[in-house]
């Protein structure tokens, strides 16, 4: 079973996606490209082909598995065709040919941490629990998912992919480690950026992006929140404008931009915006080069954007219609107005603004560079049409929530990439050296000792942190005293991550630097590797042949630490007396609660798997006191248990629970941490 969600993982990253590219036949690119080209549109066929499944009630494993087939056969008949070779070149002259550029690459490397983490991980937070993972659900059980909100559903539609395939939604780990490539993938974009351009405002442009990244989004990068996926999708589709040429438009470029704008749009609405500029983008090329582009592929590239507009906006027609009919609702007006309570647009922003971490002054110095990218010609159309826009719809509508600005942090970190080139090149050039000389940089063998002991003293720093629990409690009690009131618990959750992730930065930076003192002692100063078609695939099915022996013994073990982790959702002590009860008496009636963490644990779904809202077995209360409470004992009639917080026991409502629980109409099973269980007695 587990070995089956491995094959999903690769049908959800790779597999789709690259049999795609060798049937369009774009413009070559570069390995990395392949990849990160695959990887996204193999989530865009996933989705579509999800999508009309079950539209037609189809999507069950048989139908998944025979795809699946016929993909792997199409791919060996490929492989062995056509005689595919896989070059690998390293040159150790290489390692300080530029410093920026592989320090870059080392950085990048550091983010592989984020997925190696989140192996065996379960979806533990608000929305993806809630939310992106029931409608995962919802698909992996053959519906269409309700009640979402009108969101989009690439996302989770994919994540079913592996419930699917293993007929289990308990196993959750395949889905979640899907997350964390959204980041390290958009890095990838930016290092093929400069090894196209040979730009080094690239690079910059890549150092920002981590900066703003783990200063701003830190907590997102691999919970499975769609927000950094958004950002992705985005900037992918500015990448491949860049490498389309001016003077041309090419009907498989144009495909390739719609189809990437298409995913943003069709995995949070905020895509929708890069969508449009993608279309109005491809109309201007259209009427400039037209000229040059024969009528019949003028006709083919209309025809091909209003099949994939049409195709993106389905999921959102269907859902406004479901809207007005009342079997869905959007909560868009209450998100972009009604939560503001009348506040204004510019107070809003200021406000927003100054609670990020590093306050007000760090974004507008980022805004300040992003209004001096105005004046680069390179970068002027990028940051008037798409960051400034952005940033703007954040502080004036979304400001309430700091992981609304992620969809606009790649375009922000290449805006002030070009805002502080222009700075250089119009101030400071002249009497700097160059910058672009650092690729000629030999630092002398003191220096690099000098910086190999810096990185071990930060490693050895961030060691102690790890280890010492002492220190993190003052690291986080000291955090919790810096301006802004969600630092304490960003860092309180996200502490040990950060640390990791500088303590391997400083590792990897010390053997680099180690690397370029011994260059000339190693015994040779290349390797060359080639590798056929056919030598790929005897290595691959070594590798699924070895992980199928592995997980067929480990299925079970992994099953039962996916489904231990998932009963720590929310409060752990709470459930634990939850288990316990329900292992020694029979819950034969809906529970009232506004605990809402009961709905998705395991053992508590409905004879249906539906969790949270769809989980028949709940009426569920409003957790909030913002909207008027309903009283929980007018909703009795087919409930057998009542597992109510302090805002209810407490409540006007208070009298009227200890009058049940003196009459004996209630029993107070257990109260813990401001909950309370009881049993109705009928």
Same mark, same amino acid.
């Given at each position: 079973?587990?070995?089956?969600?491995?094959?999903?993982?690769?049908?959800?990253?790779?597999?789709?996606?690259?049999?795609?590219?060798?049937?369009?036949?774009?413009?070559?690119?570069?390995?990395?490209?392949?990849?990160?080209?695959?990887?996204?549109?193999?989530?865009?066929?996933?989705?579509? *082909?999800?999508?009309?499944?079950?539209?037609?009630?189809?999507?069950?494993?048989?139908?998944?598995?025979?795809?699946?087939?016929?993909?792997?056969?199409?791919?060996?008949?490929?492989?062995?065709?056509?005689?595919?070779?896989?070059?690998?070149?390293?040159?150790?002259?290489?390692?300080?040919?530029?410093?920026?550029?592989?320090?870059?690459?080392?950085?990048?490397?550091?983010?592989?941490?984020?997925?190696?983490?989140?192996?065996?991980?379960?979806?533990?937070?608000?929305?993806?629990?809630?939310?992106?993972?029931?409608?995962?659900?919802?698909?992996?059980?053959?519906?269409?998912?309700?009640?979402?909100?009108?969101?989009?559903?690439?996302?989770?539609?994919?994540?079913?992919?592996?419930? /699917? /395939? /293993?007929?289990?939604?308990?196993?959750?780990?395949?889905?979640?480690?899907?997350?964390?490539?959204?980041?390290?993938?958009?890095?990838?974009?930016?290092?093929?950026?400069?090894?196209?351009?040979?730009?080094?405002?690239?690079?910059?442009?890549?150092?920002?992006?981590?900066?703003?990244?783990?200063?701003?989004?830190?907590?997102?990068?691999?919970?499975?929140?769609? !927000?950094?996926?958004?950002?992705?999708?985005?900037?992918?589709?500015?990448?491949?404008?860049?490498?389309?040429?001016?003077?041309?438009?090419?009907?498989?470029?144009?495909?390739?931009?719609?189809?990437?704008?298409?995913?943003?749009?069709?995995?949070?609405?905020?895509?929708?915006?890069?969508?449009?500029?993608?279309?109005?983008?491809?109309?201007?090329?259209?009427?400039?080069?037209?000229?040059?582009?024969?009528?019949?592929?003028?006709?083919?590239?209309?025809?091909?954007?209003?099949?994939?507009?049409?195709?993106?906006?389905?999921?959102?027609?269907?859902?406004?219609?479901?809207?007005?009919?009342?079997?869905?609702?959007?909560?868009?007006?209450?998100?972009?107005?009604?939560?503001?309570?009348?506040?204004?647009?510019?107070?809003?922003? %200021?406000?927003?603004? &100054?609670? $990020?971490?590093?306050?007000?002054?760090?974004?507008?110095?980022?805004?300040?560079?992003?209004?001096?990218?105005?004046?680069?010609?390179?970068?002027?159309?990028?940051?008037?049409?798409?960051?400034?826009? $952005?940033?703007?719809?954040?502080?004036?509508?979304?400001?309430? !929530?700091?992981?609304?600005?992620?969809?606009?942090?790649?375009?922000?970190?290449?805006?002030?990439?070009?805002?502080?080139?222009?700075?250089?090149?119009?101030?400071?050039?002249?009497?700097?050296?160059?910058?672009?000389?650092?690729?000629?940089?030999?630092?002398?063998?003191?220096?690099?000792?000098?910086?190999?002991?810096?990185?071990?003293?930060?490693?050895?720093?961030?060691?102690?942190?790890? *280890?010492?629990?002492? %220190?993190?409690?003052? $690291?986080?009690?000291?955090?919790?005293?810096?301006?802004?009131?969600?630092?304490?618990?960003?860092?309180?959750?996200?502490?040990?991550?950060?640390?990791?992730?500088?303590?391997?930065?400083?590792?990897?930076?010390?053997?680099?630097?180690?690397?370029? %003192?011994?260059?000339?002692?190693?015994?040779?100063?290349?390797?060359?590797?080639?590798?056929?078609?056919?030598?790929?695939?005897?290595?691959?099915?070594?590798?699924? /042949?070895?992980?199928?022996?592995?997980?067929?013994?480990?299925?079970?073990?992994?099953?039962?630490?996916?489904?231990?982790?998932?009963?720590?959702?929310?409060?752990?002590?709470?459930?634990?007396?939850?288990?316990?009860?329900?292992?020694?008496?029979? %819950?034969? &009636?809906?529970?009232?609660?506004?605990?809402?963490?009961?709905?998705?644990?395991? &053992?508590?779904?409905?004879?249906?798997?539906?969790?949270?809202?769809?989980?028949?077995?709940?009426?569920?209360?409003?957790?909030?006191?913002?909207?008027?409470?309903?009283?929980?004992?007018?909703?009795?009639?087919?409930?057998?248990? $009542?597992?109510?917080?302090?805002?209810?026991?407490?409540?006007?409502?208070?009298?009227?629970?200890?009058?049940?629980?003196?009459?004996?109409?209630?029993?107070?099973?257990?109260?813990?941490? &401001?909950?309370?269980?009881?049993?109705?007695?009928?």
């Amino acid at each position: 079973m587990a070995l089956l969600g491995l094959l999903a993982f690769f049908q959800i990253t790779f597999i789709p996606g690259y049999i795609f590219l060798n049937i369009l036949k774009p413009q070559k690119g570069n390995k990395l490209q392949t990849i990160v080209y695959s990887f996204s549109l193999s989530l865009l066929i996933n989705y579509f *082909l999800i999508y009309f499944f079950t539209l037609i009630n189809c999507y069950r494993p048989c139908v998944i598995y025979t795809i699946l087939i016929v993909e792997i056969i199409y791919l060996i008949y490929f492989i062995m065709k056509r005689r595919i070779h896989f070059y690998v070149t390293f040159n150790t002259n290489a390692l300080e040919s530029n410093l920026f550029f592989t320090t870059a690459v080392l950085i990048t490397a550091v983010f592989f941490y984020f997925f190696i983490s989140n192996i065996n991980a379960v979806f533990n937070n608000w929305d993806p629990a809630f939310s992106w993972n029931r409608w995962a659900i919802d698909w992996y059980l053959n519906e269409i998912p309700s009640l979402t909100n009108l969101y989009p559903q690439l996302i989770p539609s994919n994540w079913s992919l592996t419930y /699917m /395939m /293993m007929q289990t939604h308990h196993i959750q780990l395949f889905a979640k480690s899907v997350m964390p490539l959204f980041a390290i993938f958009t890095l990838f974009l930016f290092l093929n950026l400069y090894l196209k351009k040979e730009n080094i405002t690239y690079l910059s442009a890549l150092i920002i992006y981590i900066v703003v990244l783990l200063n701003y989004a830190l907590a997102f990068i691999k919970t499975g929140y769609v !927000d950094i996926a958004v950002s992705f999708f985005s900037l992918l589709t500015l990448y491949a404008i860049l490498n389309t040429k001016e003077d041309n438009t090419n009907i498989k470029d144009v495909i390739l931009i719609v189809l990437f704008s298409s995913a943003a749009a069709l995995t949070k609405q905020i895509g929708w915006y890069i969508f449009i500029i993608s279309i109005g983008w491809i109309i201007w090329s259209l009427i400039k080069n037209r000229k040059k582009t024969t009528k019949t592929n003028i006709l083919l590239a209309v025809s091909m954007l209003i099949l994939i507009v049409l195709m993106t906006s389905s999921w959102y027609i269907v859902k406004i219609i479901e809207i007005n009919k009342g079997l869905d609702f959007s909560n868009l007006l209450f998100l972009t107005h009604d939560i503001y309570n009348g506040v204004a647009f510019i107070e809003r922003f %200021i406000l927003g603004s &100054g609670s $990020l971490q590093g306050g007000t002054w760090f974004f507008a110095l980022l805004v300040l560079f992003t209004a001096i990218s105005f004046f680069n010609k390179k970068s002027r159309w990028v940051s008037i049409t798409i960051t400034f826009p $952005l940033v703007l719809l954040w502080g004036f509508f979304f400001s309430y !929530d700091r992981r609304n600005l992620i969809p606009s942090i790649p375009f922000i970190a290449y805006s002030c990439a070009f805002g502080i080139s222009f700075i250089y090149d119009k101030f400071l050039k002249r009497r700097v050296k160059d910058i672009r000389s650092i690729k000629d940089l030999h630092p002398s063998r003191l220096s690099l000792i000098s910086f190999i002991i810096l990185n071990a003293v930060i490693a050895a720093v961030g060691f102690t942190i790890i *280890l010492n629990k002492n %220190i993190q409690n003052s $690291l986080i009690i000291w955090t919790s005293n810096i301006k802004g009131k969600p630092v304490g618990q960003f860092w309180n959750a996200q502490l040990i991550d950060l640390v990791l992730i500088i303590v391997l930065a400083s590792i990897f930076m010390a053997i680099f630097y180690i690397c370029l %003192i011994l260059k000339k002692k190693l015994p040779y100063k290349n390797f060359y590797v080639k590798l056929s078609g056919k030598q790929i695939l005897a290595a691959f099915l070594v590798i699924m /042949m070895s992980a199928s022996i592995i997980l067929y013994f480990y299925t079970d073990r992994l099953t039962s630490q996916q489904i231990e982790k998932q009963k720590l959702l929310g409060s752990p002590a709470i459930n634990n007396l939850l288990y316990r009860y329900k292992d020694g008496h029979e %819950i034969d &009636g809906k529970i009232i609660t506004d605990y809402y963490w009961v709905t998705v644990l395991p &053992g508590f779904e409905d004879k249906n798997s539906k969790i949270f809202k769809e989980n028949s077995n709940f009426v569920i209360l409003s957790n909030s006191d913002s909207i008027p409470l309903v009283n929980p004992l007018d909703l009795i009639d087919d409930a057998s248990h $009542l597992l109510i917080s302090d805002m209810y026991y407490n409540s006007k409502y208070s009298q009227q629970i200890q009058d049940k629980l003196t009459s004996g109409d209630l029993t107070l099973i257990f109260h813990k941490l &401001g909950y309370h269980f009881l049993k109705i007695n009928k």
